[in-house]
């Protein structure tokens, strides 16, 4: 009697490729506010490199990278690093969106600050019947676009 056929067994059916999924595009700059009452604006990523300017509490920069600690940054045109330590994030001054315009009504100037903190630094004070526009609602703190950049009240 002949054996019977075994038959032939069939490859493994390979698995279809799937796509690698894109990473989203880091955004290729941010904002932050200077907290330091005068921020120093280096040449290079470090404490003892030249200092090339300064920059104010409260002013605006746009940073381009961060390298260990510091953020390369574009602040009136000139690039220079500046400590991590000294900006906290804000949005984009050119892409914002004014959520409301509220009116200061107090007997005295309200106090601006660099961040959501009775303890931050003052960058200015704004006097009864003034409007400022609102950027956003934090932590009981409003963040309103302020002079030429952005503060807390």
Known sequence: KEPTPTPESEPAPMPEPQPTPTPEPQPSC??????????????????TSKI???????????????????????YNGKVGYVSTKYVSSVPDPSKVTVAKSVKVIVKSGLNVRVSSSVAARKIGAVPYGTEL?????????????????FGYI
């Open 30 to 47: 941010n904002y932050g506010i200077v907290t330091a009452s005068t921020l120093n604006l280096r040449e290079g990523a470090s404490i």
């Open 52 to 74: 090339i300017g300064t920059i104010p509490a409260g002013k605006v920069v746009k940073w381009l990278e961060e390298v260990n600690g510091w953020y390369k940054v574009d």
């Open 133 to 149: 526009k609102v950027v956003e609602e934090r932590n009981g703190w409003y963040l309103v676009q302020y002079k030429d950049g």
